[in-house]
Nanobody
Framework: VQLQASGGGLVQTGDSQRLSCAAS?????????MGWFRQGPGQEREPVTG????????FVADSVKGRFTISRDSAKNMVYLQMNSLKPEDTAVYYC?????????????????WGQGTQVTVSS
Protein backbone atom coordinates (compact mmCIF):
# COMPACT_ATOMS: atom_id res chain seq x y z
CA VAL A 1 0.00 0.00 0.00
CA GLN A 2 1.12 3.58 -0.70
CA LEU A 3 -0.10 6.71 1.02
CA GLN A 4 -0.45 10.18 -0.44
CA ALA A 5 -1.06 13.14 1.85
CA SER A 6 -2.39 16.43 0.58
CA GLY A 7 -4.11 19.60 1.68
CA GLY A 8 -1.34 21.52 3.40
CA GLY A 9 -0.60 25.17 2.90
CA LEU A 10 -0.31 28.56 4.55
CA VAL A 11 -3.13 29.65 6.85
CA GLN A 12 -3.64 32.22 9.57
CA THR A 13 -4.13 31.69 13.27
CA GLY A 14 -7.66 30.55 13.97
CA ASP A 15 -8.25 29.19 10.49
CA SER A 16 -9.35 25.67 9.62
CA GLN A 17 -7.75 23.26 7.20
CA ARG A 18 -8.40 19.70 6.14
CA LEU A 19 -5.70 17.25 5.22
CA SER A 20 -6.40 14.16 3.17
CA CYS A 21 -4.55 10.88 2.94
CA ALA A 22 -5.27 8.57 0.06
CA ALA A 23 -4.31 4.92 0.27
CA SER A 24 -3.56 3.16 -3.01
CA UNK A 25 -5.56 0.23 -1.74
CA UNK A 26 -6.90 -1.09 1.52
CA UNK A 27 -4.08 -2.67 3.53
CA UNK A 28 -4.16 -6.43 3.43
CA UNK A 29 -3.98 -6.72 7.20
CA UNK A 30 -7.16 -7.72 8.97
CA UNK A 31 -6.61 -4.99 11.51
CA UNK A 32 -4.83 -1.74 10.90
CA UNK A 33 -4.52 1.78 12.17
CA MET A 34 -4.26 4.97 10.15
CA GLY A 35 -2.49 7.80 11.86
CA TRP A 36 -1.36 11.37 11.46
CA PHE A 37 2.00 12.51 12.76
CA ARG A 38 3.72 15.85 12.54
CA GLN A 39 7.23 17.20 12.74
CA GLY A 40 7.80 20.84 13.47
CA PRO A 41 11.02 22.76 12.81
CA GLY A 42 13.78 21.36 14.99
CA GLN A 43 11.37 18.97 16.68
CA GLU A 44 10.93 15.25 16.77
CA ARG A 45 8.07 13.59 14.96
CA GLU A 46 5.04 13.33 17.22
CA PRO A 47 1.71 11.55 16.96
CA VAL A 48 -1.31 13.74 16.35
CA THR A 49 -4.21 11.38 15.97
CA GLY A 50 -5.04 7.88 14.81
CA UNK A 51 -8.00 5.71 13.99
CA UNK A 52 -8.45 1.96 14.20
CA UNK A 53 -10.03 1.19 10.87
CA UNK A 54 -12.35 -1.62 11.91
CA UNK A 55 -13.68 -0.23 15.18
CA UNK A 56 -13.40 3.48 14.48
CA UNK A 57 -11.75 4.02 17.85
CA UNK A 58 -9.54 7.06 17.89
CA PHE A 59 -6.54 8.51 19.65
CA VAL A 60 -6.08 12.26 19.85
CA ALA A 61 -3.02 13.96 21.29
CA ASP A 62 -3.67 16.34 24.17
CA SER A 63 -2.10 19.20 22.22
CA VAL A 64 -4.84 19.07 19.57
CA LYS A 65 -7.76 17.65 21.51
CA GLY A 66 -10.93 19.57 20.84
CA ARG A 67 -9.45 21.15 17.70
CA PHE A 68 -8.43 18.27 15.41
CA THR A 69 -10.62 15.41 14.25
CA ILE A 70 -9.71 12.31 12.30
CA SER A 71 -12.22 10.58 10.06
CA ARG A 72 -12.23 7.91 7.41
CA ASP A 73 -14.05 7.00 4.22
CA SER A 74 -13.80 3.25 3.85
CA ALA A 75 -15.23 3.20 0.35
CA LYS A 76 -12.55 5.58 -0.91
CA ASN A 77 -9.69 4.32 1.28
CA MET A 78 -9.26 7.87 2.53
CA VAL A 79 -8.49 9.31 5.92
CA TYR A 80 -8.90 12.96 6.78
CA LEU A 81 -7.57 15.33 9.40
CA GLN A 82 -9.85 18.26 10.10
CA MET A 83 -7.89 20.97 11.87
CA ASN A 84 -9.75 23.86 13.47
CA SER A 85 -8.57 26.84 15.50
CA LEU A 86 -5.08 26.48 14.15
CA LYS A 87 -2.19 27.95 16.11
CA PRO A 88 1.35 28.86 15.07
CA GLU A 89 2.63 25.90 17.10
CA ASP A 90 0.70 23.61 14.76
CA THR A 91 3.16 24.53 12.02
CA ALA A 92 4.77 21.29 10.88
CA VAL A 93 5.06 18.74 8.15
CA TYR A 94 2.13 16.38 8.57
CA TYR A 95 2.47 12.73 7.66
CA CYS A 96 -0.08 10.00 7.37
CA UNK A 97 0.96 6.47 8.14
CA UNK A 98 -0.43 3.03 8.67
CA UNK A 99 0.44 -0.01 10.76
CA UNK A 100 -0.94 -3.53 10.95
CA UNK A 101 -2.42 -3.53 14.43
CA UNK A 102 -5.65 -3.49 16.35
CA UNK A 103 -4.42 -1.17 19.06
CA UNK A 104 -3.94 2.58 19.06
CA UNK A 105 -0.42 2.72 20.43
CA UNK A 106 0.90 5.66 18.43
CA UNK A 107 4.59 4.93 18.46
CA UNK A 108 6.06 6.02 15.13
CA UNK A 109 8.37 3.03 14.89
CA UNK A 110 5.36 0.72 14.77
CA UNK A 111 4.05 2.35 11.60
CA UNK A 112 5.44 0.62 8.54
CA UNK A 113 4.08 2.70 5.66
CA TRP A 114 4.35 6.48 5.45
CA GLY A 115 3.11 9.13 3.08
CA GLN A 116 5.40 11.86 1.82
CA GLY A 117 4.22 14.60 4.18
CA THR A 118 2.45 17.87 3.57
CA GLN A 119 3.53 21.22 5.00
CA VAL A 120 1.13 23.18 7.19
CA THR A 121 2.21 26.69 8.11
CA VAL A 122 0.16 28.78 10.50
CA SER A 123 1.02 32.46 10.55
CA SER A 124 0.42 34.59 13.63
Amino acid sequence: VQLQASGGGLVQTGDSQRLSCAASRRPSFSGYVMGWFRQGPGQEREPVTGIAWSSGSTFVADSVKGRFTISRDSAKNMVYLQMNSLKPEDTAVYYCATKPDWGLLMSADRFSVWGQGTQVTVSS
